[in-house]
Each structure stands twice: as structure tokens, then as C-alpha cells.
């Protein structure tokens, strides 16, 4: 009798564990379906072609290259204007929720945004999407095909699934890319990789496929479920010319909306303009 609990207890951690280990068998093998249909015999050659010009590089350091953000960031722009960048991701995947209320204010206010979306959320929002698209208030980006952290080694953070090498992180972008191209007839020309996180190979490898790789200056808050007030706090303590805000609009239980009920008049009065990403640079 003693030893029977104990040894229930260890079956039902051997079977969650069994589970979790099937759930992740499951997510790899959708995921090279999904790739599978991507993959035409003019992209595989293509990507072959990638693969063998970075054969011989490095990794690089691996973080969130804020400051090479900024630097490229700060040669443009109206300089007699303060402006701010607000940037929504959708991740997709289990999380591929619409926070409609929050894209409703942006359009009640007319405040321009940049918008990075994964093809899992497409997949998942087909005609939110198209409607997004069409919206001259909202620039579409690349938060990559499958919302894998772009690391040309496998590294990770946050538990989040990485690629594992080159060939990986060419589908992340390049997928992601031409998905989006297709839907909307403009391809994307500014990447975020999952988690922001990624290494400097990979950002040689979104220079060449004709992608600036892009994360934040200014961290909301909403994906460590920061209350309305405290990402308010952080946007308007964060603010100031040229800065990029990162919130998310793919979780409609997150209070974004209420942050920037809160934070926009403020930034408004202290002369902030926003603007998109795409109007950040003078190229
Ligand atoms: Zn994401």
C-alpha cells in the first residue's frame, strides 16, 4: 500500500511526459507537411544556393541587436517631428487570437502601425488578414513562416522552437516572405524573429534575401502579462524620438488596447507623431 501512491504518482508523470513528447512529435511532423507544401523545386535550388554562400560563416553573437535597430533608424525620419514606431506581432500557432477592439482604436484614432505576422496566423485569419492588408494604415511584415526563433545553430530562448540551421532560418524568412508577397502583392522588407532573439548570421542572411531584421526599443510588457497601467508606464518612460514599441495583436485577453488608451494621449501631448516602420528610413 505504501508504495502505491508513489508509483501512481510516477505513472502519471511518466504519461504527462509521454504526452508532451507526443504533442512535440505532432508539432515537427505538421511542421514539415506544412513545409513540404512550400517546397517547389525552384525555391529548393534557391535556398540550396543561400545555404552555400553562408556555408563558411559563423553564428555570431546571438541577442536582440537593439542597438543596430536604432543606429539605422536614427538617419532617417523628420527630424523637426518626434516620432514613435508601434509594432503589433501575431505569433500564431496556439496563439493565433484577434484582438479586433485594439486594431479598432488604431483605426478610430488614425494611428499608423506595423504589423508582423507568422504564416501560421494567416493560415489561422485569412480574411482578417486580407482586410489588414488592405488597410493603408497598417504595414505588413514578417514574424517569419512557422514563428521559430531564427538561430542558424538551434539556440533558444523562452522555450520557444528554434531553427537549426541555415536551411531552417532561409524558410523562416524567405517562406514568410513570399507568403505574404502572394497575398498582398508587396513583399516584406523588415523581419522579426520569434522571441526578437536571434543570432548575426541570421541577420547577413535577411540582408541578402532583401529583409532588414528588426526588434524592439521599447518592451510593452504584454507578453510577460503586464497589467494595462504598467505597459503604459513602460511605453511613456521609454518614449522618445525614433523608438520602436513591441505589443502584440494576437491575444485578445491582453490589455493593449487600455495601455494605449492610456499612454497615447500623453505621447500626443508631449508632440509624439506615429508613424510605420517603412517611413522610418529614407533608403
Ligand atoms: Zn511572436
Not at 507568422?118 to 493560415?123: M, N, P, V, Y
Request: aromatic share 8%; hydrophobic share 40%.
Amino acid at each position: 500500500m505504501r508504495n502505491t501512491v508513489p508509483r501512481s504518482l510516477f505513472a502519471a508523470a511518466a504519461a504527462l511526459c509521454l504526452i508532451a513528447q507526443c504533442a512535440a512529435a505532432r508539432q515537427r511532423g505538421d511542421e514539415r507537411n506544412t513545409l513540404k507544401s512550400y517546397y517547389t523545386a525552384e525555391y529548393l535550388a534557391f535556398k540550396k544556393r543561400i545555404i552555400g554562400e553562408f556555408a563558411q560563416a559563423g553564428a555570431g553573437r546571438f541577442s536582440e541587436f537593439v542597438k543596430r535597430a536604432k543606429k539605422n533608424r536614427n538617419k532617417a525620419g523628420d527630424k523637426e517631428q518626434k516620432v514613435l514606431a508601434l509594432t503589433f506581432d501575431a505569433c500564431g500557432g496556439r496563439h493565433s487570437g484577434y484582438n479586433k477592439k485594439l486594431i479598432d482604436y488604431l483605426r478610430r484614432e488614425r494611428i499608423p502601425a506595423t504589423l508582423f505576422v507568422t504564416g501560421l496566423w494567416i493560415e489561422k485569419n485569412r480574411e482578417t488578414f486580407a482586410e489588414l492588408a488592405k488597410d493603408p494604415l497598417f504595414e505588413i511584415e514578417n514574424h517569419g513562416l512557422l514563428h521559430r526563433l531564427c538561430s542558424t545553430e538551434g539556440k533558444t530562448k523562452y522555450g520557444v522552437r528554434a531553427t537549426r540551421d541555415i536551411g531552417d532560418v532561409v524558410d523562416e524568412m524567405e517562406l514568410g516572405a513570399r507568403k505574404i508577397d502572394e497575398l498582398t502583392g508587396r513583399r516584406p522588407v523588415f523581419f522579426r524573429s520569434a522571441t526578437a532573439y536571434t543570432d548575426e548570421l541570421s541577420l547577413r542572411v535577411a540582408e541578402r534575401l532583401g529583409m532588414e531584421v528588426v526588434s524592439y526599443d521599447i518592451l510593452s510588457g504584454d507578453a510577460m502579462r503586464a497589467s494595462a497601467k504598467k505597459m503604459s508606464r513602460n511605453i511613456l518612460d521609454g518614449a522618445r524620438h525614433g523608438a520602436v514599441v513591441i505589443m502584440h495583436f494576437n491575444h485578445p485577453g491582453w490589455p493593449g488596447l487600455e495601455a494605449l488608451e492610456l499612454s497615447v494621449p500623453e505621447l500626443k501631448r508631449r508632440g509624439y507623431h506615429f508613424i510605420k516602420l517603412e517611413d522610418f528610413s529614407v533608403r
